[in-house]
Nanobody
Framework: VQLQASGGGLAQAGGSLRLSCAASGRTLSRNAIGWFRQAPGKEREFVSVISWSGDTTYYADSVKGRFTISRDNAKSTVNLQMDSLKPEDTAVYFC?????????????????????WGQGTQVTVSS
């Protein structure tokens, strides 16, 4: 499966952006989908994950209450609505698919829990 993240761009602090992750090659209906981000000079970090059913979601503490993840399995897309953006949200955002439907929060935050990675989309938040 190929994943393509889109929707990144430039936003002011306090603004919003909506990222989308689209799958091609096959549907995403049996995969948990995660979002990670990587800022310059920093390690890639967990942002959010959604189970294949959409019933279970987890968020990093740094984005909880500001970001919302959702999915439409019929369209093989996963969205990340980012509100109240902060300059520290600036990073390249990656979507990724796991070879399972869901898992624990501990499992979701691990890079090696995921098989497929998209190319990423740049998000820049100015102060």
């Amino acid at each position: 499966v190929q994943l393509q993240a889109s929707g990144g761009g430039l936003a002011q602090a306090g603004g919003s952006l909506r990222l989308s992750c689209a799958a091609s090659g096959r549907t995403l209906s049996r995969n948990a989908i995660g979002w990670f981000r990587q800022a310059p000079g920093k390690e890639r970090e967990f942002v959010s994950v959604i189970s294949w059913s959409g019933d279970t979601t987890y968020y990093a503490d740094s984005v909880k209450g500001r970001f919302t993840i959702s999915r439409d399995n019929a369209k093989s897309t996963v969205n990340l609505q980012m509100d109240s953006l902060k300059p520290e949200d600036t990073a390249v955002y990656f979507c990724t698919a796991a070879p399972r439907e869901s898992g624990s929060r501990f499992w979701a935050a691990r890079l090696d829990s995921y098989d497929y990675w998209g190319q990423g989309t740049q998000v820049t938040v100015s102060s």
